[in-house]
């Protein structure tokens, strides 16, 4: 259930690393953090990457990961769980299973986390299929970008209109709710359409960003979504507040790396003043 008393809201983040600190684990601690939660973590994989790309992903044991879920649950708790890169239908196997007996009630976001910003494959081939029958069906929200909608429900995504069909597809597959983003669409304009359950339907939109500084805004909205409704927000003002944390964090970005740079996670984060 949501944080109800003064302690922080907690998210415990199945996902893997990005040793470049811009995407995965790290952006996704660095979001809970900075919007005022405790984020606690199950890495599923570690990447040894930079912002001109993944060179090489070494996958933690399924058993592993979930010892690492098992024991945050019992003692820390969580109020919502977020999912990213979960790399092997085995994976997925463990995982569900921790789940399904530690977090029954919690709410869970699922970022289908396929393919790197530089290209590279996180989610093995057969894996598809278990994210569909099995991490779909458990999610408060499911968060896909349009070539991630398009694997998971198919068709052709190229205006807001598609997109809203496409988050309908996802409920049919028994998501709660989708969003499903259109930052890979063209036009001046990126629009998000989330559809829930109830017949909630809301077209979001914003001004396209013109910059390369967008490593890890999958991961970001996805942990900003989860710490709104661990602290019990609506979905929708979960959403919305999510959405405009990235768009200031791009806005911001310090301007790392000669490749696909980070956002600046803590923008909103006032200097610590220290007097000695």
Not at 140 to 154: D, S
Not at 157 to 182: F, P
């Amino acid at each position: 259930m949501p944080s109800t008393d003064a302690r922080l809201a907690r998210v415990l983040i199945i996902a893997g690393s990005d040793s470049g600190g811009g995407a995965g684990i790290q952006a996704d601690i660095k979001t809970v953090t900075a919007l005022g939660g405790y984020a606690a973590s199950a890495i599923t994989a570690l990447t040894a990457q930079n912002t001109l790309g993944v060179q090489a992903v070494y996958n933690v044991a399924p058993e592993f990961i979930a010892q690492q879920i098992n024991v945050v649950l019992d003692d820390i708790g969580a109020d919502c769980l977020k999912t990213g890169m979960l790399h092997s239908a085995a994976a997925i196997h463990a995982i569900v299973a921790a789940i399904d007996e530690k977090a029954t009630g919690i709410p869970i976001v699922v970022d289908p986390v396929m393919v790197a910003k530089g290209g590279a494959a996180l989610l093995d081939s057969d894996a598809l299929g278990a994210v569909i029958d099995l991490m779909i069906p458990r999610a408060r929200i499911v968060t896909p970008n349009a070539p991630e909608a398009v694997a998971l429900v198919g068709g052709n995504l190229t205006t807001k209109d598609d997109l809203i069909a496409a988050a309908e597809r996802l409920l049919e597959l028994g998501a709660q709710a989708a969003l499903v983003k259109g930052g890979h669409l063209t036009g001046d304009i990126v629009y998000d359409a989330l559809a829930d359950r109830k017949g909630e339907r809301e077209v979001f939109s914003s001004p396209r960003l013109a910059t390369t500084e967008t490593h890890g805004t999958g991961c970001t909205l996805a942990s900003a979504i989860a710490i709104g409704l661990a602290e019990g927000l609506s979905l929708r003002d979960a959403v919305a507040r999510a959405r405009a944390y990235v768009h200031q964090a791009i806005k911001q970005a310090p301007g790392i790396g000669s490749g696909y740079g980070p956002l600046n996670h803590v923008f909103a984060v006032p200097p610590f003043a220290w007097d000695d």
